[in-house]
């Protein structure tokens, strides 16, 4: 009987510790996410080669976006300023930074990433998400983490070495970025009223139809053509900023010369760029307040408002902006769309349809640490 | 004996006709590769972008170009009564590059040579009121207006200074009618070995000043209005030309 015993008990750990050897040796599983689709009107989007879209690296980057161990002290995560229930804002002006103070930015939303500028920050620093991935976790302000101690950390846990080799291989900083921005390409909202209207599935009330047409439109008097302009900057369907070249980035008039932020040209040098700053979307803006890069407004209606009659002129401010005029009598001190606040409401109504709860609920792109995944 | 002389014939006749498949499949086809080279200029030079260094055509004052971009579509060549038209041709040309240059090549077209190109200068009136991005055309680009009226075909902004005040212009030209046809003779000297390399200048001066002339101060937008549309569109179909 013992004999048997001991037989059995053998056989049991050389199964065991073959399965190990073999889970271990094994290439990454990489499987590709299946039912992966989006909206046609987005338009084409490229995954890179070297990344595609699979299912173990949607789970590492999700388990990674949350995890406050990507940061030096262990209290901070990507999801600290990118909150999902709004659109992953953070609701501030700017984040505290770790120094004391605030960030020199506001959280930007992550939606839609896969479509829109191919330059990441607002300035546009970061030419692709796995370049951008990296660069908070070792800001000394915001994460401040040592990407090599990182990888120490990282596998000294037996769930993430799993996570990894499923998804890649080796732990790396290299896979550490490309599974966090995995998880940010899944980042897909395409379920608002907006979309289902796009899709004949939803009708838009009056005032939001209305809102959507001075939305599509560049005011002009000589034809009678009211619009809010908003589609000069910000695509009509993705409500973007542009993809190609630098299209993405616009100076919407916030300052004068004199304190005019460096923006865009911090990154490419050209003077023409000074105070240019990346064009956001407006998915969801209902609940992305504070707006601008810095956060300076705090609703829509004061942003409304801005575009109507606070327009700070610069040398570089958007032509498209600088001459859009609801008004027939343009004297040179009137800058601004000059529309009337029922035209203004209705652009803030149609804002509204944007709002993406499905989005801002899915449970597969929420806290995998909370409750079971 | 006889099954034989069957197998026989059967194999001379199969090795024939393979033999016969494979000597006029590697026939060469004859194609040519032509490339269209676009400069951009201002009245001879090199387009400057950002700088006060033009003179307004049709008044006072100096202006500036931030930017100059337009749609070239429905590209074909030709050899004789033989055309090759390029599939799904939609081409944004823009020029904000170091040499201030855009080049279209296209590949294996099935001519022995290449006597004539043609295009537009804007989109055809199908694909300008469809969302369907093909090309260069994307419907969630910087060059859509809305679903109403389609593409800008050809895009100007710049400013103009008079004195010390500085003021924007804005040349948006659209509309299905304004998409303008244009072909050429290709120069006899630019095909080498089944390779064209053809070089055209864009002349930006030709939007401005042409069978209407501009002054930027009495007409600093143009979007909507028809017919101040269908004046820029008649000057900009004189724009590009083979440079010889």
């Known amino acids: 009987m013992f004999r048997v015993l001991l037989s059995l008990t053998a056989a049991a750990l050389v199964f065991v510790a073959a399965w190990v050897v073999w889970d271990r040796a094994r290439g990454p599983t990489a499987t590709p996410i299946a039912d992966f689709s989006a909206p046609f009107v987005f338009g084409r989007f490229s995954v890179p080669a070297d990344n595609p879209l699979t ?19 262990n209290t901070v995560s990507c999801a600290s300023c990118h909150l999902q229930a709004l659109a992953f804002t953070d609701g501030r002006a700017k984040s505290p930074a770790l120094s004391g103070g605030v960030l020199e930015f506001s959280s930007m939303s992550l939606a839609n990433l896969l479509w829109g500028q191919e330059r990441f920050f607002w300035d546009g620093r970061a030419t692709s998400l796995e370049e951008q991935a990296l660069i908070p976790i070792q800001h000394p302000d915001e994460m401040d983490q040592d990407i090599d101690a990182l990888m120490v950390e990282l596998r000294a846990s037996i ?5 990894f080799r499923r998804a890649y291989g080796d732990v790396t900083a290299e896979n550490t970025a490309k599974a966090l921005a995995t998880f940010m390409r899944m980042l897909i909202s395409s379920d608002s009223k907006y979309d ?41 369907f993705l409500t ?12 919407n008039g916030l ?10 040209m911090a990154v490419t040098g050209n003077s023409a760029h000074k105070g240019f700053f990346k064009v956001p979307t407006l998915r969801n803006i209902a609940v992305t307040a504070p707006y601008m890069h810095d956060g300076r407004f705090k609703t829509l209606e004061e942003v409304m408002d801005h575009y109507n009659d606070g327009i700070v002129v610069s040398d570089t401010l958007s032509p498209l902006i600088l001459e859009a005029d609801n008004a027939p009598d343009n004297g040179p001190d009137t800058i601004g769309l000059r529309m009337t606040p029922e035209e203004m409401a209705a652009i803030i109504a149609f804002l509204h349809t944007l709002t993406d709860e499905v989005f801002l609920t899915n449970p597969q792109l929420s806290n995998p640490f909370d409750g079971d995944t | 004996m006889r099954l034989s002389h069957v197998t026989l014939g059967i194999s001379t006749a199969a090795i024939l006709i393979s033999a016969g498949w494979f000597t006029l499949r590697a026939l060469p086809e004859k194609s040519t590769s032509i490339t269209l080279t676009f400069h951009a200029e201002m009245g001879g030079a090199p387009l400057v972008y950002d700088q006060f260094v033009y003179d307004n055509p049709g008044g006072p004052g100096t202006f500036r170009v931030r930017d100059f971009r337009f749609y070239l579509s429905n590209l074909s060549v030709a050899k ?11 081409h944004l040309l823009r020029f904000d590059n170091a040499d201030r240059s855009h080049s279209i090549t296209l590949t294996d077209v099935p001519l022995q040579s290449v006597e004539t190109v043609g295009f537009l200068i804007g989109v055809d009136p199908e694909a300008n009121s469809s969302i369907q991005p093909r090309g260069d055309l994307d419907p969630n680009s910087q060059m859509a207006w809305n679903w109403e009226v389609g593409y800008k075909f050809v895009v100007f902004e710049g400013a103009l200074r008079i004195g010390e005040t500085v003021s924007p212009v804005v040349y948006h030209v659209g509309f299905s009618e304004n998409a303008r046809q244009q072909s050429f003779a290709i120069p006899s000297d630019s095909q080498v070995d089944g390779d064209v390399q053809v070089d055209l200048t864009v002349d930006l001066a030709k939007l401005f000043n042409g069978a209407t002339r501009i002054d930027m101060e009495t007409l600093p937008s143009v979007k909507f209005d028809r017919t101040d549309a269908k004046d820029l569109a008649d000057n900009y179909a004189d724009m590009i030309a083979p440079k010889f």
């Open chain 2, 80 to 90: 004789g009564a033989e055309t090759y038209s390029e599939a799904d041709s939609y």
């Open chain 1, 55 to 73: 299912q173990e690296a949607f789970a590492l980057g999700r388990h990674l976006f949350y995890d406050p161990i990507l940061s030096g002290n």
């Open chain 1, 159 to 163: 769930k993430y070495r799993r996570m």
């Open chain 1, 240 to 251: 973007s900023g542009f993809r190609d070249a630098l299209d993405g980035f616009s100076n």
């Open chain 1, 255 to 264: 300052d004068p010369d004199g304190t005019l932020p460096d923006g865009l």
């Open chain 1, 196 to 236: 289902r209207y796009l899709r004949g599935k939803a009708r838009l009330t009056a005032q939001e139809e209305h809102g959507r047409k001075l939305f599509m439109a560049h005011p002009d008097t000589k034809v009678s053509l009211r619009g809010g302009n908003c589609i000069d900057c910000h695509s009509q």
